[in-house]
């Protein structure tokens, strides 16, 4: 019964698939009668068939040039196109790795929770790091009183001191 009902719907396709052929062919045939007139070239002299060639070559000047234009709208709104959806992923976090599966059991599950639970009740203290400071840092010697130093360096004496250093 499937397979009778699959066959008419092949056939029905088939036809209507021939028809719309045919129909977009007439409809070509038709907007290239109206757009494009036949040319009469009988009975032409040289001038009138040279100035038909002229405006033949402006037509399909002005043709290349709306193709151009087109063109090159395309282009930009392709571009912008890919420039936002270049934020929109940027936005999202860019692309996500996929996500291995995980097999626990549910006790081990509740056990995580539970040392969880009992970590953050812990003294955050156990958790610190010591740190020790070096003893270069306390023999650091004091410059002294900036202005001082600024005023001995002011006069010819500073200048000297500069040189010969």
Same mark, same amino acid.
């Given at each position: 019964? =499937?397979?009778l009902?699959?066959?008419?719907?092949?056939k029905?396709?088939?036809?209507?698939l021939?028809?719309?052929?045919?129909n977009? *062919?007439?409809? +070509? #045939?038709?907007?290239?009668?109206? +757009? *494009?007139?036949?040319?009469?070239?009988?009975?032409?002299? $040289?001038?009138?068939?040279?100035?038909?060639? %002229?405006?033949?070559? +402006?037509?399909?000047?002005? *043709?290349?040039?709306?193709?151009?234009?087109? #063109?090159?709208? *395309?282009?930009?709104?392709?571009? #912008?196109?890919?420039?936002?959806? =270049?934020?929109? /992923? #940027?936005?999202?976090?860019g692309?996500?790795p /996929?996500?291995? +599966? $995980?097999?626990?059991? =549910?006790?081990a599950?509740?056990?995580?929770?539970?040392? =969880?639970k009992?970590?953050?009740?812990?003294?955050?203290?156990? /958790?610190? &790091?010591t @740190? &020790?400071?070096?003893? %270069?840092?306390?023999?650091?010697?004091?410059?002294?009183?900036?202005? %001082?130093? @600024?005023?001995s360096?002011?006069g010819?004496?500073?200048?000297?001191?500069?040189? /010969?250093?």
């Open positions: 019964m =499937a397979s009902l699959k066959q008419k719907l092949l029905k396709a088939g036809v209507l021939v028809q719309e052929q045919s977009k *062919v007439t409809e +070509r #045939e038709s907007t290239l009668s109206e +757009r *494009v007139p036949p040319l009469k070239l009988s009975g032409l002299s $040289v001038q009138e068939l040279q100035e038909l060639c %002229k405006e033949l070559h +402006r037509k399909c000047d002005t *043709v290349d040039e709306a193709r151009y234009d087109i #063109e090159a709208k *395309v282009l930009k709104n392709e571009k #912008e196109l890919a420039d936002l959806n =270049a934020k929109i /992923n #940027e936005l999202k976090g692309k996500r /996929n996500l291995k +599966r $995980v097999k626990k059991s =549910a006790d599950m509740l056990g995580a929770l539970t040392e =969880a009992l970590s953050s009740k812990s003294d955050f203290k156990s /958790n610190l &790091k @740190v &020790k400071k070096d003893k %270069k840092e306390e023999e650091k010697v004091d410059p002294g009183d900036w202005r %001082k130093n @600024v005023e360096m002011s010819m004496e500073g200048r000297k001191k500069l040189f /010969n250093s």
